[in-house]
């Protein structure tokens, strides 16, 4: 079968974070397999590059915010899409994008969403609202289930957007949870040993946004120190709420690090840390608990959210989204002893090999292709 993916996305620079490991992750598993791919995100200016997974079409988009860029005139992505001719289309957005679906569904070019986010949280978080959300984020997640074929969520978290929506048949909605790279996220060999005076390493790893709550991480660490235990935190990421960040941290012994440039180098700190701290209830999934767990790093979560449903009770702790309850939650793993709770942190995480995500994405856009193909004899 002559297989064609196209993904779509916004949002996704050279410094982005979960949504373009998976992209990247998805699109080494489709090439591998045989399939074609056609990747189109946002630019600083048009181009078409060509590389190992395919080609990669930028389109001029201005920046929105963050230094995040956002296609706003979808018709550069519609001229690639008909060079590309997909037979599927799968695109991380729910914004702008939307008008792809519309010509794609008069081609008879099946689409499906991969949804990185809840928009109740999402937008709770972003601008502190919630009263009042909850209809309009209904009534949209009502009309994105009918924009798209196929409906595609990492947690049950995630799916809990979508569940008993009158115009999202449960065939069409699918979960599917991400993975890790396993090579690259592993354990210290030989292992981080404790420090000598007893200090608790915690590490946290994320885009520096409110989304992504890199505040209560920090807050915890606070409420530690003001405990009089031992403590660092090592900050790495960067994001427009950094600054802010550095002055909640005043005082405390807390790092920021920027961004880490490379994914190894990434994976060498997180091994070094006693905990990780990735705490967000909002995430959907949660790709930094993952690479924290596959470098024997236990994690510490909020005991809601997708990244609630990837620690169990041998590979971390959780607790209320608050700091002293996870304060609490850090004192609870690193009272096991050191490797013990390093080889339970790796075992979970070879639970989610990217392959059986490949595996089960692949399998949809098969399908998708053969009906496709059905409807269309003549290709």
Known sequence: MDLRIAQLANFVGPTSGGMKVAID????????AGARRLLIIP????????????????????????????????RPVLRALVDFAPTSIEIS?????????????????????????????????RIGVQRGLRRPIRLFNGALSRAFDHVVTTSDFAAGEFSGLASLAPHRLHQVPLGVDLVTFRPLDPPSPPATDGTIRLAH????????????????????????????????????????LERLAAGAPVTFHGHV?????LARRLGEADVALSVCAGETFGLAVLEALACGTPVVTADRGGARELVDETSGAWGRPDPESLADAVLQVVAR????????????????PWSRTVERMLGLHRTLATASGRRHPSR
């Not at 031992?230 to 950094?242: F, Q």
């Not at 002893?337 to 989610?352: K, Q, S, V």
């Open 25 to 32: 992750q998805l699109a080494r598993g489709y090439v591998d």
């Open 93 to 125: 957005d729910k914004s702008t994008l939307l008008p792809v679906t519309l010509v794609a569904r008069r081609r008879r070019v099946p689409t499906v969403l991969l949804s990185h986010e809840r928009l109740d949280t999402m937008l709770s978080m």
């Open 43 to 74: 630019g600083s200016t048009d181009d078409r590059i060509p590389t190992e997974l395919g080609d990669v079409v930028t389109v001029a988009s201005r920046e929105v915010s963050g230094g995040y860029r956002m296609i706003l005139d979808p």
């Open 261 to 265: 440039a490379g994914r190894p180098a």
């Open 337 to 352: 002893p050191p490797t013990e709770r390093r080889r339970d942190a790796r075992a979970r995480a070879e639970g989610y």
């Open 205 to 244: 790893s994320g885009r520096l946004s409110r989304e992504k709550d890199p505040h209560l991480a920090v807050r915890t660490a606070v409420s530690l120190h003001r405990r009089g235990i031992p403590v660092r935190l090592d900050v790495y990421g960067e994001g427009p709420h950094r600054h802010e």
